[in-house]
């Protein structure tokens, strides 16, 4: 894609759009406009794809069950249309594209859930330097204590 085109792409870009995932337990708040009356219609299903694409081209795939029947719908996630994202829950999956919900019903179809504050927080691995410091000294009075009890 030019140069020209991203630019020009930008200036309807959303400022502020959630970070979507797969996994997602999400509500798209959508703009519906029937005749001269205008309503909001919200889906609520689970993110099974996004498209990274360049600007104003990311899309994600929501995807749920209504009587029985699975729905899916793919959202631009920059479309004037939609009013609001509301991310739910995330579940836990191991995948970038969950296309193997399609054949599961019923109880297979859950999934693992994780609180939403993990998903975006970034794990640091613990500093075991510290903890042997802290260790060491204390070990040292008990060596020098029983070499006192030697001179006595």
Same mark, same amino acid.
């Given at each position: 894609?030019?140069?020209?085109?991203?630019?020009?792409?930008?200036?309807?870009?959303?400022?502020?759009?959630?970070?979507?995932?797969?996994?997602?337990?999400?509500?798209?708040?959508?703009?519906?406009?029937?005749?001269?009356?205008?309503?909001?219609?919200?889906?609520?299903? /689970? !993110?099974? *794809?996004?498209?990274? =694409?360049? $600007? +104003?081209?990311?899309? &994600? /795939? !929501?995807? *749920?069950?209504?009587? =029985?029947? $699975? +729905?899916?719908?793919? &959202?631009?996630?920059?479309?004037?249309?939609?009013?609001?994202?509301?991310?739910?829950?995330?579940?836990?999956?191991?995948?970038?594209?969950?296309?193997?919900?399609?054949?599961?019903?019923?109880?297979?179809?859950?999934?693992?859930?994780?609180?939403?504050?993990?998903?975006?927080?970034?794990?640091?691995?613990?500093?075991?330097?510290?903890?042997?410091?802290?260790?060491?000294?204390?070990?040292?009075?008990?060596?020098?204590?029983?070499?006192?009890?030697?001179?006595?």
């Amino acid at each position: 894609m030019s140069k020209v085109l991203q630019d020009f792409g930008s200036q309807f870009c959303k400022e502020e759009v959630p970070a979507l995932k797969p996994g997602y337990l999400v509500k798209v708040h959508t703009k519906i406009r029937e005749g001269n009356k205008e309503r909001v219609q919200v889906f609520q299903g /689970t !993110v099974i *794809k996004t498209n990274a =694409g360049y $600007g +104003v081209d990311e899309t &994600f /795939t !929501v995807r *749920k069950i209504s009587e =029985g029947i $699975g +729905v899916e719908r793919i &959202f631009p996630i920059h479309s004037p249309n939609i009013v609001k994202i509301e991310v739910l829950r995330a579940h836990k999956v191991r995948r970038a594209k969950l296309n193997y919900l399609r054949e599961l019903s019923g109880k297979a179809l859950r999934l693992k859930e994780v609180p939403l504050s993990l998903t975006f927080k970034k794990f640091e691995k613990p500093v075991v330097a510290e903890a042997k410091e802290e260790a060491a000294p204390a070990e040292e009075p008990k060596e020098e204590a029983p070499a006192e009890e030697k001179g006595e």
